[in-house]
């Protein structure tokens, strides 16, 4: 037996229907401790309390630790919601722009639970701590913007890319390897002991064990305590550095940060839903406007139609909605003489040369660009979809 192998202790889960109420931990005595994460909910006369805790401030959840901590801070930064803390080590803050709701640092799968326990009403974390933590059956929790543009990743399955394994490239030639039977099942290392075992129980592998870690899974396969490990996985380079290998069919879920909300706490808390509206379209048009910038130009012509089209013959120029043409004056002989037009487009980085020479092409000049900051549409289509989540 490895040295370190009574730290990997192992956790038998049944592929047939893990248990989405228990979550494992492995102290460093090598023994499992089980909790419960239900949520805190009170029992009023034999039947479930779905009444809110009573308290004035809305409470936000950020991630206290890592790069998802920087990240989260700064989008709220570029939103103009910047976080105030008096002192870096306290776990409470506050954003000014927002005066009835106050951050709260916790570690990700703690926002979940404590959204899902009534402490938190709304929260910014990974997918995939939402799937592991909070979407096992529970439709309190409600995904309000589910692609905020960071924290990329997804977890995958991954293998040693030698022995047994040298030759096994996918999830369907791994299931059909004879080694695993009931008395010697494969062996999968990871934290997520509920999305591992029902993405083994979906694909059809039954003879599957896991063991519950915390950092350097890498390892495992390589010390012998796991025949393959469930991670989530950026670049892929770690896996490659410890000659790893990931297998087609084999990732579980792509995931980002996302910002989730409690249903009851939308509904029944004062104020809550108003400031997920402001929150939410702050994050849209901050990120709608990544990348986009705005381009000015004056051009000469006999109307602003006759303008117009001159501009929409050219397929780079078509802009958000259409160019925006008006009259740019000047003063002759004593009056004031529209003699040519101001037009602004609005153009992706990637074809912003390609806009100006096409802009040129069709008589513009004196060309400006500006960077965008925000884009704001009539109404976020993420906000309708949230107002019919919540029946509202």
Request: hydrophobic share 40%; proline share 5%.
């Amino acid at each position: 037996m490895s040295p370190l192998q009574p730290y990997f202790q192992q956790c038998l889960f049944s592929v047939s229907g893990p248990c989405p109420s228990l979550y494992i931990s492995v102290s460093k005595r090598s023994f499992i401790s089980c909790c419960s994460s239900q949520s805190q909910t009170a029992v009023v006369n034999g039947k479930l309390d779905s009444r809110i805790a009573e308290r004035d401030e809305i409470r936000l959840g950020l991630p206290s630790k890592g790069r998802i901590a920087a990240d989260t801070l700064d989008l709220l930064k570029d939103c103009q919601l910047s976080v105030k803390q008096v002192n870096p080590r306290q776990y409470v803050a506050q954003i000014p722009q927002l005066s009835n709701l106050g951050v709260w640092f916790q570690r990700p799968k703690d926002i979940v639970r404590k959204l899902l326990s009534g402490d938190l009403d709304l929260g910014i974390v990974g997918l995939d701590t939402v799937s592991e933590y909070g979407q096992q059956g529970n439709e309190d929790l409600i995904i309000v913007h589910d692609a905020l543009e960071y924290g990329d990743c997804h977890l995958s399955l991954a293998i040693p890319k030698y022995g047994i394994f040298e030759n096994i490239n996918s999830l369907k030639e791994l299931a059909r390897m004879p080694q695993w039977t009931v008395e010697k099942p494969l062996r999968v290392a990871t934290g997520f002991t509920y999305l591992g075992p029902k993405f083994m129980k979906e694909n059809g592998l039954k003879h599957v064990i896991f063991s519950t870690a915390d950092g350097a899974l890498e390892a495992a396969p390589a010390m012998g305590i796991a025949d393959a490990i469930l991670d989530l996985v950026s670049s892929g380079t770690t896996l490659r550095e410890n000659n790893l290998k990931e297998i087609e069919g084999g990732v579980v879920l792509e995931s980002q940060a996302v910002l989730v909300a409690s249903r009851k706490a939308l509904i029944q808390r004062k104020g809550a839903l108003d400031t997920t509206h402001e929150i939410l379209e702050r994050f849209e048009a901050h990120l709608r406007a990544i990348g986009q910038f705005m381009v000015t130009a004056n051009m000469r012509g006999s109307s602003a139609e006759e303008v117009a089209e001159r501009i929409l013959s050219q397929p780079s120029l078509a802009g958000l909605q259409g160019p925006t043409v008006s009259p740019v004056f000047s003063k002759r002989d004593g009056k004031a003489v529209a003699d040519c037009y101001a037009t602004v487009i609005c153009v992706p980085k990637k074809a912003l040369y390609k806009s100006v020479q096409q802009l040129r092409a069709v008589g513009g000049s004196g060309v400006l660009i500006s960077p965008l900051t925000y884009i704001f549409d009539e109404e976020t289509p993420r906000w309708r979809e949230l107002l019919s989540k919540l029946g509202l």
